[in-house]
């Protein structure tokens, strides 16, 4: 599956792994095979520029709080 116009994968640390990018690449390229169908045209958007957006901020993943769950409590298998 080719990606989508302005779409690349990054496998490094600080950005989207493969597997966290797959479901934005899977909607991207359903979304255009939905607009070759209908014969309508890809919208061509810029680049996105990230010096016109504030970073986004620092979050903690299950912080120890009153809504924190012990992963090793967890029944996935």
């Known amino acids: 599956m080719e990606p989508a116009s302005g779409f690349v994968f990054r496998e490094d640390a600080e950005h989207c792994t493969r597997d966290a ?3 934005y690449h899977y909607g991207l390229t359903n979304a255009r ?3 070759q169908e209908l014969g309508a045209p890809e919208p ?4 996105f520029d990230e010096s016109k957006f504030e970073p986004l901020p620092d979050v903690e993943l299950n912080p ?3 809504f924190w769950v012990d992963p090793d409590k967890l029944d996935i298998d």
Not at 44 to 47: A, M, T, V, W
């Open 21 to 23: 990018c797959a479901p």
């Open 33 to 35: 095979k939905h607009l």
């Open 44 to 47: 061509q958007l810029p680049p």
């Open 64 to 66: 120890k709080d009153q």
